[in-house]
């Protein structure tokens, strides 16, 4: 065994935040992190978007708070390993959801179950559980300021609104989706006032963020450029 492999710090992990806008590539950043450094990927989005299928699928309304809170209890979230991707995908009440909980039905309500305190206090307690052991790296609105605000990195994405609505509708044209560019352009300009005006947690970039605007970046830019931070990060636990 060499020095640098016996050494303590190399197995020292940290956890990182990633809080941004609506699709300004938070996740493809999060898990080109994970797969260097070996850590878990975890979209907390992806758990606001289960939520908010189950609720349409019950037929409930999801600005009515009381009916939402109601069934809360009959909401299991978790995340199973998928063997093909190698990412952690969410499982609602036992099924997996990955591939129903980005088209726009669910995109145009999930900000609403976003803001009831309930339902955030349900799913930080589970977000808070994947993380006690570090090594994890999640992406989501308050993930710094609410979730793991000790987090050793916390990341701050931003992208112009144009240049967000372009991925966003590439990603779900190629899903095979039938939307237009206006129709994303407009979700992801009300969900960010949503979010980022809501009571509970709202997204909101504190002094303990390092910025990353994106709009000219390349991935594997941006990539370079969040290394060059977890460097930092790891060095100062070190
Ligand atoms: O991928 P995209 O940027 O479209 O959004 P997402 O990360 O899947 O999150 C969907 C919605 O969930 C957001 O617009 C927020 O309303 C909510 N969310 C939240 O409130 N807190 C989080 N930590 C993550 C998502």
């Avoid at 060499?2 to 996740?27: H, R, T, V």
């Avoid at 299928?53 to 995340?79: G, K, N, Y």
């Avoid at 989501?140 to 509708?169: C, H, Q, W």
Wanted: charged residues 25%.
């Amino acid at each position: 065994m060499n020095l640098e492999e016996s050494s303590p710090e190399k197995n020292k992990k940290i956890n990182i935040a990633i809080d941004g806008y609506s699709s300004c590539g938070k996740g493809t950043l999060a898990k080109q992190l994970a797969q260097h450094l070996g850590y878990i990927f975890i979209d907390s989005g992806s758990m606001y978007r289960a939520v908010t299928l189950f609720i349409l699928d019950q037929e409930i309304d999801p600005q009515d708070e009381a009916a939402v809170e109601a069934r809360l209890s009959d909401i299991d979230i978790r995340f199973d390993l998928n063997g093909d991707s190698g990412r952690f995908e969410v499982v609602l009440n036992g099924v997996s959801v990955e591939s129903r909980i980005r088209d726009l039905r669910v995109s145009s309500q999930v900000s609403y179950i976003a803001k009831i305190s309930a339902v955030r206090r349900k799913l930080v307690e589970i977000q808070q559980k994947i993380g006690f052991n570090k090594g994890v790296v999640m992406d989501g609105r308050d993930i710094g300021t609410v979730v793991y605000p000790n987090a050793e990195l916390k990341i701050f994405m931003t992208a112009s609104s144009e240049v967000r609505a372009d991925r966003r509708y590439a990603e779900l044209k190629q899903a095979g989706q039938n939307v237009t560019w206006q129709e994303i352009y407009d979700n992801l300009v009300s969900r960010d006032s949503i979010d980022s005006n809501r009571e509970d947690s709202p997204l909101t970039m504190a002094s303990d963020y390092r910025v990353l605007d994106n709009s000219n970046l390349s991935r594997e830019e941006q990539f370079a450029l969040a290394m060059t931070w977890v460097s930092a990060a790891l060095n100062e636990i070190g």
